[in-house]
């Protein structure tokens, strides 16, 4: 059972623009929506996290929207840049079954100059 | 911030033979690790959950005698693949919290069995 969908599931975009990543989850008991970037052959790190009790959260160039109602949540990456190139999962989890974080299926963005 | 140390990064295993990697939180006690598990291009996918002292809690489809996981302190937990065949070959991650940053990931162990 796919919690949370994602998409695109791939994305160029050159250098300057704005990356939009977007993510659907189904269970309403997730309070918790991490974005992790991942380059090839490592692990997932951290980016930006919301909680649905705002609806926008932005750190630097990265800025998560989150729609409650809609059960929808996208991540913008402003003035990207090719060092952005990367994978990038949408994630949702909930504090009563131990921090468990359910994952997206990814995007790979590519930036090109 | 929060560390979590994955050993080995990689590794080539006989078929047949088990092959153990480590987890590590560096400067902060795990209250719970999980291990990840990710096929080339594709996202991560649990296979279990484990607390300190406790068995572990293994996802649907996981077979437990298979990938064996001990989290025998606050600051280790290791997955034993048992019986490697070339299917088990993926990426193992794994993942804790309890430190500062929440939720921290290791740099994940690229298994290769020939």
């Known amino acids: 059972q796919q919690q949370v969908k994602q998409s695109p599931q791939s994305l160029i975009v050159q250098k300057g623009g704005i990356s939009i990543i977007n993510c659907a989850y189904e269970?309403?008991?997730?309070?918790?929506f991490p974005w992790y970037q991942q380059f090839p052959g490592k692990g997932p790190a951290l980016l930006i996290a919301i909680r649905p009790d705002v609806s926008e959260k932005k750190e630097g160039r990265f800025t998560i929207s989150f729609n409650k109602s809609a059960k929808q949540f996208s991540l913008h990456i402003m003035d990207s840049q090719p060092g952005d190139s990367a994978t990038y999962f949408c994630a949702a989890s909930m504090k009563t079954s131990y921090d468990k974080v359910i994952f997206g299926p990814g995007t790979s963005l590519s930036v090109i100059p | 911030g929060a560390v979590v140390s994955q050993h080995p990064s990689r590794v080539i295993c006989k078929s047949g033979t088990s092959v153990k990697i480590e987890c590590r939180s560096l400067?902060?006690?795990?209250?719970?690790m999980f291990w990840y598990r990710q096929f080339p291009k594709q996202s991560l996918m649990l296979m279990a959950t484990?607390?300190?002292?406790?068995?572990?809690?293994?996802e649907q489809g996981v077979e437990k005698d298979k990938f064996l996981i001990n989290h025998a302190s606050l600051t280790l937990s290791t997955l034993t693949v048992t019986s490697a065949h070339p299917e088990d070959s993926s990426f193992y991650i794994c993942s804790a919290t309890g430190g500062r940053g929440g939720y921290t990931f290791g740099s994940g162990t690229r298994l290769t069995v020939v």
């Open positions: 269970n309403t008991a997730f309070d918790y």
């Open positions: 400067d902060f006690q795990a209250t719970t």
């Open positions: 484990s607390n300190e002292g406790s068995k572990a809690t293994y």
